[in-house]
């Protein structure tokens, strides 16, 4: 009897897991067959991709259990792939779906987007007769995640379009953004990790009086042709810079372009409470479960935790870091990005554990996508060298191909490289020429993007845009996009290198390092079109908050989650 989870084995289900907990709901996870004849309740949180989820569930049994299932009439809520798997099948893989929605799932055009559609968007109900939303509201945002989509056809396909109960617009494509009939509800945004808009409608499914089940029939739906704009939102993210500090501690640190270590005469310009110990030591900034708490209850869309020392050992014995992770993934229910380390290991009896086991920790940990840094350069250059294709052995791919691309994002450090000109350099078609109106330093100076590895230590011969490129092509779902110069300077991010980016690839870019103020958000939004904009210092010493960055978007014209 009661509530089940159904988790195919490769899913990071622990955000939902976590929400469960923090709506005070008990559930079991489906171990077997016989668990879905006790189910009384049953949410599949299909984190992932398509194929993996498929062959996961066919692997286990429990295809044929599912179906019986949601046939017998008892309540079941798809997130994500949980909801496509009802539908025919997916361009995703050659698997089939339940086939109970008669629709194919295609991906995106990215033509006029980037894609992965990631982030934060609203929905359009189109049931015209039903009382309630399921806790749902058109003035909310939802997060979404995902490459693959169904479009809401009602012309080509009426049967299907019986099922949606609301859609969502991204660029000029219409899709399927919740479906309802009877017993069965599905969602392609996760609620899990979409704020307090999320948890009200899990709330609602699972307190069944205030929940719809009683739609056997077809409803009346209003067709729902494309709007001029659509209304997702650009995401603000709070990052911070894990590492233990002299005493052992774990604590969020904050470096001036990567140097951790507080100067000889640094003052501490807002918080006593935060003492310079000395000169040289690793500067303290808090603890990081408690920022990340601050942040989400603040309003960042997004949060990210970076183990920058990683590169020192593995994270799979890094108990502390993976305690934090675990703490915060309690406390957050906004997507949480893990990075550090994400790299093939050896533990210290020589076993060797694949970047895909460290991803595995995390994820179970509770973290929604792991950021790649130092393994994704060695990657392109290993696929360079072997001609300019993956070999499938990669973090990259391995991460990607088990967890879907969504759930892989590349750290990106790059840092100038300035040359004398005039330059005939193999780089000469990624060189930037520093403005007379811009920073001192940069006037009538020139320069490239080089890669670097380990935390900046060490340059490879790489550009950025061969890395970016080569990541995409690789599998990587999103680039974060630092700058080691900008970093904790303050002087805005630089919008020469996210132009650069941005127009290289296809997957959001994150933009990164040199918030100093709340209208440098704008501007990159502006001027380089980025999906996502990150800051660290100034959230951490509180100069600039996250609702003065969201007021100050909204105030230019930028379409921003509330609260
Ligand atoms: O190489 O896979 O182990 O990953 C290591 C990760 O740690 C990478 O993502 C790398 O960027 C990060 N990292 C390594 N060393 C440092 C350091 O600071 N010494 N931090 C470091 C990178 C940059 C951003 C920072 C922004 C915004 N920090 O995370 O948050 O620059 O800062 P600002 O708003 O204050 O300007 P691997």
Redesign the pocket.
Known sequence: MGLFLLDYGAGNVQSLANTLARLGHDFRWISSAQDFDTATSLIFPGVGAFQTAVDGLASRGFIEPLRAYIASGRPYFGICIGMQILFQSSAEGEAAGLGLIPSPIDRFSDVDKSVPHMGWNSVDFLDTDHKSNEGMDEASHYYFVHSYRAAYDPDGRPEAAQWVHSVTQYGQEVFVATVRKGNVFGSQFHPEKSGAAGLKLLDAWLHESEFERTHAAPTPRISRPPKPKDTFTKRIVA?M?VRANDQGDLVVT??DQ?D?REKPSTPNPTDPSLAISAAGAVRNLGKPVALAERYFAEGADEIAL???T??RHSPLHDQPMLAVVRAAAQKIFVPLTI?????DTYDPDGTRRSALEVAGAYFRAGADKV?????AVHAVERMRAAGGRGDGTSAIETIAHAYGRQAVVV?I?PKRTYVDLPYDGPHRGEVVFGLEDGPEQERGRAWWYQCT????RELRDLSVVELAQGVEALGAGEI?L?SID????GLGFDLDLVRLVRRSVKVPVVA????GRAEHFAEVFEEAEVEAA?????FHRKEVGIAEVKKTLLEAGINVRGL
């Open positions: 990052c810079d904050k470096g990567y951790v970076l183990n920058i990683s590169f990075g550090g380390g994400i790299r950021s790649i840094g130092s393994e750290s450090d590895v380990s935390g900046g974060l630092n900008r970093d904790g300077t990164s390092s040199g918030a990150l800051a660290a210092g100034i």
